[in-house]
């Protein structure tokens, strides 16, 4: 197993999580956007957290880091993201807006795989298998729409969510949420890119 499913129901060990001061800035500033001024991110973010996730790998690949270590964390915290994000990350305001657009760029992007990739009378749907019902294809994974500013939120949301988990896993998790949360932090131009991601929330969001 890996180590996002070792739980254990006792254990007095929390989470650590310190969030860098720009961190701290930007999901306050996503917070206001969000929720008082009916701003909404536009979809799809770039980079997404798939690609902050492969970039962060890289470069710990040339740092010379723990880069396996890394690459499980890695590859945990977008299954996290990718289940909780619909459960937990979004403000209410976002809520329509993933219900709309999450299945409207996972229809584009099913269009394009039919133009490129046809087996004979069998039609392949590369990424939405898991995200659909009896092997049609489903609305897109979280991780390929939303960038930094969703994948923050799941940072904060963290510490309660292994709660239950072992301490011998906890700690490393914990080093590690810091080497990312540092890379995010000296890396926020790469990040962020785009520092006005935002658009007016339409009529059909605001219900």
């Not at 799941?154 to 949360?181: A, G, W």
Request: proline share 6%.
């Amino acid at each position: 197993k890996q180590w996002y499913q070792r739980r254990v129901r006792d254990t007095k060990y929390k989470l650590k999580i310190v969030l860098p001061p720009t961190i701290k800035l930007a999901l306050e500033r996503d917070f206001v956007n969000v929720t008082l001024r009916n701003l909404l991110i536009r979809l799809p973010r770039s980079p997404t957290v798939e690609k902050i996730l492969q970039q962060f790998i890289e470069h710990a690949r040339v740092k010379g880091g723990d880069a396996d270590g890394l690459s499980e964390f890695a590859a945990g915290i977008s299954t996290y993201f990718d289940f909780m994000l619909p459960l937990q990350l979004l403000y209410k305001e976002e809520r329509s807006q993933y219900g709309r657009e999450g299945c409207v760029h996972a229809a584009r992007t099913k269009r394009q795989h039919l133009l490129q990739e046809r087996d004979g009378s069998h039609v392949m749907y590369p990424g939405y298998t898991k995200w659909g019902e009896a092997g049609s294809p489903g609305p897109i994974q979280p991780s390929k729409l939303y960038g930094a500013e969703h994948l923050l939120r799941l940072f904060v949301k963290l510490p309660e969510y292994m709660e239950h988990m072992e301490q011998v896993y906890l700690e490393p998790i914990s080093r590690y949420c810091s080497t990312f949360l540092r890379y995010v932090a000296e890396h926020r131009a790469e990040v962020f890119v785009d520092v006005q991601p935002y658009k007016e929330a339409d009529l059909c969001d605001l219900g």
